[in-house]
């Protein structure tokens, strides 16, 4: 095992390295750069004084582009500013060096630099994750184990028919009738609808901390749970089910055990490994992509929201900092997975046998 997990841990530099070259080529390659997107602001920011009576003229770094006309003076300064006066594979051989560190650089646009931002934005994405992974693993797994004693029932089938509704219908929207309902929409105003916090937060007893933190998270974590019961109730029912038909089950109820001792002593380690083998994808999702929406819809600024709003300003430092932070974990979490395996059940191994 524990060569195994050398490998597994060896092998995260290389992954790493090879996400990391993808998407590098692929962002720095892109139209629509660092360099146009200040010169886009600086025309705008021309335009703006312009139509309020002003001189459209901008002086930046000491480069004075007249009507938008930018010289090549100040194109080349732009491109030393951001670092785009070296190669490509030279600024992607400087990055890798500084992130071996943990050095994400400064972002672009945002006068702080990476590492802030995103130990600033880690907790709202974590606090928003968590809760809904562990609201989603205590309904489900119960809700799966009672539907595969109650197959075929009146209760499985009405349950059934739910999860699927609850399924299709798309956080966002589910969020924007949470909002409606009982964020001050039309209805109620029983939740706010701003932030993970309220302004008075730090001024807050230790109690009253607490009541203003999940009176806050209620919303978006219903809103992102809400899809998410589905998959993972119908996944635990059917390993369950597999698991019931089998003979060493049929054994222990002839031996004279009851249904408690059969299904907790022996079924439910057996059935919860495929579960746990869906928990890194199941993870990652949460993080990284169901996050994203639910994040703008609540103005909780998470990591999802960062790595998007990077993305649309080609903020790049931020870009490949949230990309190097998600993929870490996603490495991370699969050999945590790999750890969880080994303990529901010591008979896996993981090393080779000829």
Not at 92 to 116: C, E, P
Not at 148 to 173: C, E, K, N
Not at 332 to 341: E, G, M, T, W
Request: glycine residues 8%; aromatic residues 14%; hydrophobic residues 50%.
């Amino acid at each position: 095992m524990l060569a195994y997990l050398g490998k597994r841990i060896a092998l995260i530099i290389p992954t790493l390295l090879g996400i990391l070259l993808l998407n590098f080529i692929i962002v720095q390659t892109a139209p629509g750069g660092p360099v146009e997107q200040m010169m886009n602001k600086i025309n705008a920011l021309g335009e703006e004084r312009s139509m309020l009576g002003g001189s459209s003229d901008v002086i930046v770094q000491g480069a004075r582009p007249k009507n938008a006309l930018f010289d090549e003076q100040f194109i080349t300064q732009l491109n030393h500013q951001f670092g785009f006066d070296k190669p490509l594979w030279q600024r992607f051989i400087i990055m890798v060096k500084d992130y071996s560190t943990f050095n994400f650089g400064d972002s672009f646009f945002r006068g702080a630099s990476v590492g802030q931002l995103l130990v600033a934005r880690l907790p709202v994405t974590l606090s928003l994750g968590l809760w809904t992974m562990l609201l989603m693993y205590l309904i489900s797994i119960p809700l799966g184990i009672a539907k595969a004693m109650r197959h075929g029932s009146r209760f499985d089938s009405w349950t059934s028919s739910l999860i699927i509704v609850g399924y299709a219908v798309p956080g966002f929207l589910f969020a924007s009738l949470l909002i409606v309902f009982f964020a001050g929409g039309q209805y109620f105003h029983w939740f706010p609808l701003r932030g993970l916090t309220s302004a008075n937060y730090e001024s807050l007893a230790t109690f009253g901390k607490i009541k203003d933190y999940f009176h806050h998270i209620t919303l978006p974590v219903l809103a992102n749970t809400i899809g998410s019961f589905a998959t993972l109730t119908l996944l635990t029912k059917n390993s369950f089910l597999d698991e019931i038909h089998r003979q060493y089950v049929l054994t222990a109820r002839a031996k004279g055990a009851n249904w408690r001792q059969v299904l907790y002593g022996h079924v439910f380690r057996n059935a919860m490994l495929i579960v746990i083998a869906g928990l890194p994808g199941s993870l990652i999702g949460i993080f990284l992509t169901s996050s994203l929406l639910i994040e703008y819809m609540f103005s909780l600024d998470g990591l999802g929201l960062l790595g998007y709003e990077s993305l649309l300003t080609r903020d790049y430092p931020v870009i490949f900092g949230t990309l190097f932070l998600f993929t870490l974990i996603h490495l991370v979490v699969k050999i945590l997975s790999d750890l969880v395996y080994l303990w529901v059940d010591p008979r896996i191994t993981f090393e080779s046998h000829s």
